[in-house]
């Protein structure tokens, strides 16, 4: 049996050959692409150049508006998003002469063009007052519509890494002992936040980190994990109800255990139940020396050893088990 093989030559006339087919095939599409009074010519003839990017496209999102065919031509395929392309074929390329070439769009063009067919996700609705558009940024600085590396929601990066790209101190955060798991992968920062803005919350005076998403009933996002901090309690713990949890807790990453602001328990308690003015439990604050709350003994200074429910509670007003 002979095996043919193909020297150095012939493989150099068989890739010009190929190349000059090429260029062939592209200059036929480029001299029979459909013209119209609109100037949409259809995305099969952008693939014809742009091959790379039309061989995955299939698994893009954005292709269902080709796949269902039912869609106006100004919201199909690549000129949806770029508009019409008979200038550009017409031209033989070049950025200058697609409409809507996204590397020459401001942060706020970018952001109109994308809300033609996104502006009616309610979870978006509140992007234009964001701070992300706000600063300048754009969908396309953190979203690859045609070559991104992961599975979902066509982001530039894993997500993590992404948000660390403009938040570095966030990112030391969660380098630190007691943390919320993000770079093990166990919760993702839009599990709290949503990047598009969130609405006005119902806590903490609408005093809050800025994109905080929202629980059910305009909660506190840690509830969607913290079930059992929801409550309604018969007894409830001020703080918690009307500051949030942040009132006692760093929501990112702590050097204290539990993520708390305080490395001992007592101190932190003692920042509300010092006794001053009504502050403290029933208008009266928690002596630091006394036969029942000696706080210089030891054994009285974890106040969750005896007020367990200090979330809240439906049998004792005290918090106690």
């Known amino acids: 049996m002979r095996i043919m093989t193909i020297?150095?030559?012939g493989r150099q006339s068989v890739i010009l050959r190929l190349a000059a087919l090429a260029?062939?095939?592209?200059?036929l599409a480029f001299a029979q692409a459909p013209s119209s009074a609109s100037g949409y010519v259809g995305s099969n003839v952008c693939r014809t150049c742009h091959a790379d990017i039309w061989l995955n496209f299939y698994k893009n999102p954005?292709?269902?508006?080709i796949a269902s065919g039912k869609e106006a031509p100004e919201r199909t395929g690549c000129e949806g998003c770029h508009g019409p392309g008979q200038a550009h074929v017409q031209a033989g390329g070049g950025r200058n002469t697609i409409p809507r070439a996204f590397s020459l769009?401001?942060?706020?063009?970018?952001l109109e063009t994308c809300l033609t067919c996104h502006s009616s996700d309610f979870g978006k609705v509140n992007i234009r007052r964001s701070d992300?558009?706000?600063n300048d940024v754009a969908c396309n600085s953190c979203h690859s519509i045609h070559r991104s590396p992961v599975p979902k929601y066509l982001l530039a990066k894993r997500q993590s890494e992404l948000c660390y790209t403009c938040h570095a101190t966030v990112r030391a955060q969660f380098d630190m002992p007691s943390k919320h798991r993000v770079n093990e992968g166990f919760v993702q920062c839009s599990d709290c936040h949503n990047p598009h803005g969130a609405f006005a919350p119902v806590w903490r005076m609408s005093q809050r980190p800025r994109m905080v998403d929202q629980a059910a009933g305009n909660e506190e996002p840690c509830l969607k994990c913290h079930s059992d901090k929801r409550g309604p309690f018969v007894y409830e713990h001020p703080p918690v109800r009307i500051e949030g949890c942040e009132t006692c807790h760093f929501p990112h990453g702590s050097t204290n255990t539990r993520l708390l602001r305080r490395p001992v328990v007592f101190t932190l308690c003692l920042q509300c139940h010092n006794g001053a003015g009504d502050f403290g439990t029933h208008n009266v604050g928690i002596p630091v020396a006394s036969s029942s709350h000696n706080l210089l003994d030891p054994r009285y200074q974890r106040c969750t050893t005896c007020h367990v429910r200090i979330h809240g509670s439906n049998s004792d007003g005290f918090f106690l088990r």
């Open 62 to 65: 954005h292709y269902k508006s």
């Open 105 to 110: 769009l401001t942060p706020k063009q970018a």
């Open 23 to 27: 260029l062939c095939q592209a200059a």
């Open 7 to 9: 020297s150095s030559r």
């Open 132 to 134: 992300h558009t706000l």
